[in-house]
């Protein structure tokens, strides 16, 4: 079994950075898919950004293109998400997920979750 803790979360006025981070135990992340997903209250959790276990292909939700880059470090059992260019409607619960078994951009498909990190975006 995987326990994923994520940390990094806080506030942040917008055009700023984060740096998010997924700690792993219980088992290597390594040459699983890792994943990044987050969810406002009242909304679904969506799709954020996803990771070959390989550390090759990366994928990322259409609104963080180019202002989020997700990597991993095989050494340290951890997955990254490096936010620049905030946004207010970035403002999310952010959760990290691995090992999915089915489209990687489905909520459903991920067995091993997170708690959460809280990422507030200020004018």
């Known amino acids: 079994q995987v326990q994923l803790v994520e940390s990094g979360g806080g506030l942040v006025q917008a055009g700023g950075s984060l740096r998010l981070s997924c700690a792993a135990s219980?088992?290597?992340?390594?040459?699983?898919?890792a994943a990044w997903f987050r969810q406002t209250p009242g909304k679904e959790r969506e799709f954020v950004a996803a990771l070959a276990g390989s550390g090759g292909s990366t994928y990322y939700a259409d609104s963080v293109k180019g202002r989020f880059t997700i990597s991993r470090d095989n050494a340290k059992n951890s997955v990254y998400l490096q936010m620049t260019s905030l946004k207010i409607e970035d403002t999310a619960v952010y959760y990290c997920a691995a090992e999915p078994r089915g489209a990687i951009r489905m909520v459903d498909a991920y067995r091993h979750w997170g708690q959460g990190t809280q990422v507030a975006v200020s004018s």
């Open positions: 219980g088992r290597a992340l390594a040459g699983y898919f």
